[in-house]
């Protein structure tokens, strides 16, 4: 049996491959003086709950880092998020960190960068300035709104030549891990997940709230969803996934907003449930552990199939539950993305 720390350790090992590593240069820099991390979006509560992590001095698994800049101006559009940016304004303030005025103000003071906006239809705007300056960035769910913009991220992030990763927190809930990296069930050969599914007009809407329970079914499963298909009701919303290896994968998306967050591996060894959700101490020592070495913990293709995966969701619905292709709708988005 591992505890969760062993299970994150071995995950970025596991992880470790696909990510961009940092320059010589700067590593030995930033194993030298405290590194200063800066935080864009004050419209979130998971603005200040990293933080209360990051800047923990009792904390030893964040030595040698430091939320110290925040610039606030996150959602404008979407009166929910805005409308919190002065209070948890004032809750960063009071955890010891500078609020700056202009971004380009937070990326110049900044060693690394946490992309914490809520809304995704500004990730792409406000991540181009911090990859211009060629700092490893982490960015907070969703990546961006739509499936379009989040190939343009991926793109710039490959044209700047640093580092990116983005996760929801449910991929680190208890057990996941055990069930991708440990054997837990044997070979996977099935799993649920669910989770509340508040949505957003301006988003495709499993990006929103949808995207925590589709992220541990896709830590369960891993990658390789081929084809897709949804069915809404009332209380629920179901997304069946076709593996190309024949594997099947469900969400199950609570349109109540119940906040129940979870799922269920099946394997060749056993069955394991995994969660309740824990909080957000073991995906904060993950983006620290990113920063010390620029590798990011999950691959960019799984991130672009979660969200390839959602998008083709939404598109089944419109369809009326018919099943839909991931790759088409993949380059549908690739398509649109470079006009």
Known sequence: MFNRREFIRHSLIAGAASGLAINNALATEMSAKEIQ??????????????????????NPAMQGFKVAFAYPYGSTKIESSASRIPQYTQEIKALGVQVVDTL??????????????????????????????????YVDKPVAAHL??????????????VSMFSSSPLRYIDGAQQV???????????????????????HTDLYWYG???????????????????RTTEKEQDIVVGKWTDGRIGTYKGDLQGRQFYGGTAY??????????????????????????????????????????????ADESKKQGGEWVSMQKIYNQAAAASKK
């Open 37 to 58: 991390i800066g935080l864009i979006g004050l419209d979130t509560s998971h603005s200040p709950a990293y933080t209360k992590f990051i800047n923990d001095p009792k």
């Open 104 to 137: 380009n103000a937070l990326v110049e003071a900044s060693d690394v960068v946490m992309l914490m906006t809520n809304d995704g239809n500004l990730h792409l705007e406000q991540i181009l300035p911090v990859l211009k300056a060629r700092k490893n960035v």
């Open 148 to 161: 379009g913009d989040v190939i343009k991220i991926y793109d710039a992030v490959k044209q700047a030549g």
């Open 180 to 202: 991708r990296y440990h054997d837990a069930v044997g070979s996977v050969i099935g799993a649920d997940a669910y989770s509340p599914q508040k949505t957003e007009p301006s």
């Open 211 to 229: 995207i925590h329970g589709v992220e541990i079914l896709f830590t369960m499963m891993g990658p390789g969803c081929a084809f897709v298909k």
């Open 267 to 312: 394997g060749t060894k056993g069955v394991l449930s995994v969660g309740p959700f824990a909080g957000y101490q073991s995906l904060a020592e993950v983006i620290i552990q990113f920063f010390r070495d620029g590798k990011a913990p999950v691959d960019e293709k799984e991130t672009m199939e979660i969200y390839t995966f959602m998008e083709a």
